[in-house]
C-alpha cells in the first residue's frame, strides 16, 4: 500500500471515529433541553446523571478521535479503557436490578417488576432515598399522568392502580373493595386512595416500577455504548494492522536489499 493510499485509509477511519461521538453530542443536547426544560412524561428521572454521563462520554470520544488522527497510541489506549470500565459498571449494576426485579417466586399473584422486595437492598436505598423520587412523584400528580385511562405502561400499573392481588374490581371506573383477601394485610393495598392526588404514589409497587424503569434505561444506554466501542474498536484496530502490515513489508524489502548488497 503506497502512502497516498494509506493515509486515505486512515483518514476514512477517523472520519468513522467521529460517528460515537455525534450520536452522543446529540443525546447531549436533548438531554440538556429536557434538564433545563421539562420532562413531559416524567420517565427521565436523574436528568444529571445522564448530563454528566454524556459529557465524559463525548470527552472521551472526542480525545479518542483525535488520538487516533495524531497517532497517539496512548490516548487511544486510556479512551478504550475508560469507555469498558464505564460499560462493565452500567452493565453490572443496571443488570443486577433488573434482574432482581424479574426473579420473583410467587410471580402468580403480582406482576415481577412490581414486588420491591426483590430488587437489590442497595438499590433501593440509594435510588429512593433522594430527591429525585419525590420530584417524580410530584411530576405524575402534576402532569396528570394517571388520568389518561388509554395508554397502559409500567408507571400506570405500579402508581396509577392498586396492586393486583389485593382484589380489586373496577366498577364504572371506581376500584371497589373486595369483601375478603389480603386488603387489611398488606400496606399496598391499605395505601391505595381513590383521591387523584394519592392514588397508589406511595405504594411499593410505584417506587418498584420507578426503580425498573430507570435501571432498564441505564441498561440500554450501556448497550448502545458497546456499539459505540465496536466502532472504535474498528477504527482504532484496522489502521494499527494497516501500518504493522506495511512496516513489515518495508523491514523485508530492507533485509532483502542487504542481502543482495
Given at each position: 500500500?503506497?502512502?497516498?493510499?494509506?493515509?486515505?485509509?486512515?483518514t476514512?477511519f477517523?472520519?468513522?471515529?467521529?460517528?460515537?461521538?455525534?450520536?452522543?453530542?446529540?443525546?447531549?443536547v436533548?438531554?440538556?433541553?429536557?434538564?433545563?426544560g421539562f420532562?413531559?412524561?416524567?420517565?427521565?428521572?436523574?436528568l444529571d446523571?445522564?448530563?454528566?454521563?454524556?459529557?465524559f462520554?463525548?470527552?472521551?470520544?472526542?480525545?479518542?478521535?483525535?488520538?487516533?488522527?495524531?497517532?497517539?497510541?496512548?490516548?487511544q489506549?486510556?479512551?478504550?479503557?475508560?469507555?469498558l470500565?464505564?460499560?462493565?459498571?452500567?452493565l453490572?449494576?443496571?443488570?443486577?436490578?433488573?434482574?432482581?426485579?424479574?426473579?420473583?417466586?410467587?410471580?402468580?399473584t403480582i406482576?415481577?417488576?412490581?414486588r420491591l422486595?426483590t430488587?437489590?437492598?442497595?438499590?433501593?436505598?440509594?435510588?429512593?432515598?433522594?430527591?429525585?423520587?419525590?420530584?417524580?412523584?410530584?411530576c405524575?400528580?402534576?402532569?396528570?399522568i394517571c388520568?389518561?385511562?388509554?395508554?397502559e405502561?409500567?408507571?400506570?400499573?405500579?402508581?396509577?392502580k392498586?396492586?393486583?392481588y389485593?382484589?380489586?374490581?373496577?366498577?364504572n371506573?371506581?376500584?371497589l373493595?373486595?369483601?375478603?383477601?389480603?386488603?387489611?394485610?398488606?400496606?399496598n393495598?391499605?395505601?391505595?386512595?381513590?383521591?387523584?392526588?394519592k392514588?397508589?404514589y406511595?405504594?411499593?409497587?410505584?417506587?418498584?416500577?420507578?426503580?425498573?424503569?430507570?435501571?432498564?434505561?441505564?441498561?440500554?444506554?450501556?448497550?448502545?455504548?458497546?456499539?459505540?466501542?465496536a466502532?472504535w474498536?474498528?477504527?482504532?484496530g484496522?489502521?494499527?494492522?494497516?501500518?504493522?502490515?506495511?512496516?513489515?513489508?518495508?523491514?523485508?524489502?530492507?533485509?532483502?536489499?542487504y542481502?543482495?548488497?
Amino acid at each position: 500500500m503506497t502512502a497516498e493510499e494509506e493515509q486515505c485509509v486512515h483518514t476514512f477511519f477517523v472520519v468513522v471515529s467521529v460517528m460515537p461521538m455525534v450520536f452522543t453530542g446529540y443525546f447531549l443536547v436533548k438531554t440538556a433541553i429536557m434538564f433545563f426544560g421539562f420532562d413531559p412524561d416524567c420517565t427521565h428521572a436523574h436528568l444529571d446523571w445522564d448530563l454528566a454521563l454524556g459529557l465524559f462520554l463525548f470527552t472521551l470520544f472526542l480525545a479518542g478521535t483525535l488520538s487516533l488522527a495524531w497517532r497517539v497510541t496512548a490516548l487511544q489506549s486510556t479512551c478504550m479503557a475508560l469507555l469498558l470500565v464505564t460499560i462493565a459498571l452500567i452493565l453490572g449494576a443496571s443488570g443486577n436490578i433488573i434482574k432482581g426485579g424479574t426473579e420473583s417466586n410467587d410471580s402468580k399473584t403480582i406482576e415481577e417488576y412490581y414486588r420491591l422486595e426483590t430488587y437489590p437492598s442497595w438499590a433501593q436505598k440509594f435510588l429512593l432515598k433522594d430527591n429525585d423520587w419525590h420530584v417524580f412523584q410530584k411530576c405524575i400528580i402534576e402532569r396528570k399522568i394517571c388520568e389518561n385511562v388509554d395508554k397502559e405502561d409500567l408507571f400506570r400499573g405500579g402508581c396509577c392502580k392498586p396492586p393486583v392481588y389485593c382484589g380489586f374490581q373496577l366498577k364504572n371506573q371506581t376500584w371497589l373493595i373486595p369483601e375478603s383477601g389480603l386488603y387489611s394485610d398488606d400496606a399496598n393495598c391499605v395505601m391505595w386512595s381513590h383521591e387523584k392526588g394519592k392514588l397508589c404514589y406511595g405504594c411499593n409497587t410505584c417506587k418498584a416500577s420507578y426503580i425498573n424503569d430507570l435501571s432498564f434505561k441505564w441498561y440500554w444506554r450501556g448497550g448502545i455504548i458497546m456499539s459505540a466501542v465496536a466502532v472504535w474498536i474498528i477504527s482504532f484496530g484496522c489502521p494499527h494492522g494497516i501500518e504493522m502490515d506495511n512496516n513489515r513489508r518495508r523491514n523485508r524489502a530492507t533485509e532483502s536489499a542487504y542481502v543482495m548488497a
